[in-house]
């Protein structure tokens, strides 16, 4: 079945230590979306991409990078993460021919 | 985006239909209402969406109000399965490129 994917579905990482996560798609969808989810929180747009064009949320943090090296996968860099960037991180995707999103699992990053 | 204001939540019996309303009386002309909902620790799903009329797909029914300004979402026969925020949005749906903003959601408690 087509499919978003997110690895890994759990990761754990240090303070301040580089991380990235990773979300690919076979839906062959235009459209790839960043959503972060804190804990009770509804989930909360990042950033998008439609094809290789980027697109940030204004109060998205610089901390926050974005790749999209295809049309299948589309990365999140966190660069230095802290306490308050634990959270749940969503892929979605959207194509052409359809007004509907598609979510990955999800992405349970914890920093200690 | 219009903004939508939904209870925070409801409860309803298995096997009973769920009535869950929501209220978007900013709606502009070119608004679509989309409806998602979350299951805990899982992806947002999408269930249904509409501009005008009602709508019915194997998962729900969707009954917008004549002047657009509220909704109802119909889960004809609710299980233990569709416990779950829901979340109801309004966004303008001009091609593939567009974003979703989630409100609070409905919590849906599908009691036995």
């Known amino acids: 079945d087509a499919m978003v994917i997110q690895n890994p579905r759990y990761q754990v990482t240090q303070f301040g230590k580089p991380v990235t996560l990773s979300c690919s798609q076979t839906?062959?969808?235009?459209?790839m979306y960043w959503y972060q989810q804190k804990s009770s929180q509804a989930p909360k747009l990042l950033f998008h991409?439609?094809?290789?064009?980027?697109?940030n949320e204004a109060d998205t943090p610089d901390n926050f990078q974005s790749r999209r090296p295809n049309t299948s996968f589309c990365f999140l860099d966190i660069r230095s993460p802290g306490l308050g960037d634990a959270a749940m991180y969503l892929c979605?995707?959207?194509?052409?021919?359809?007004?509907?999103?598609?979510f990955g699992p999800g992405t349970r990053l914890t920093v200690l | 985006d219009a903004k939508t204001t939904q209870p925070t939540s409801m409860d309803c019996a298995e096997g009973r239909a769920a009535n869950l309303p929501c209220n978007h009386s900013?709606?502009?002309?070119?608004?679509?209402v989309y409806w998602y909902r979350q299951i805990h620790s899982q992806g947002p799903q999408y269930i249904i969406h509409?501009?005008?009329n009602n709508e019915t797909n194997e998962m729900a029914s969707l009954i917008i109000t004549e002047d657009r300004k509220s909704s109802t979402l119909i889960l004809p026969h609710a299980t233990l399965r569709d416990t779950a925020v829901y979340y109801c949005?309004?966004?303008?749906?001009?091609?593939?490129?567009?974003?979703?903003?989630f409100g609070k959601g409905t919590l849906l408690t599908v009691n036995p």
């Open positions: 979605a995707t959207s194509g052409i021919s359809t007004d509907t999103q598609y």
């Open positions: 839906l062959n969808h235009n459209v």
């Open positions: 991409y439609y094809d290789k064009d980027f697109n």
């Open positions: 509409g501009l005008k």
């Open positions: 949005i309004v966004t303008d749906s001009g091609g593939s490129n567009y974003k979703l903003t």
């Open positions: 900013t709606i502009s002309g070119n608004e679509y």
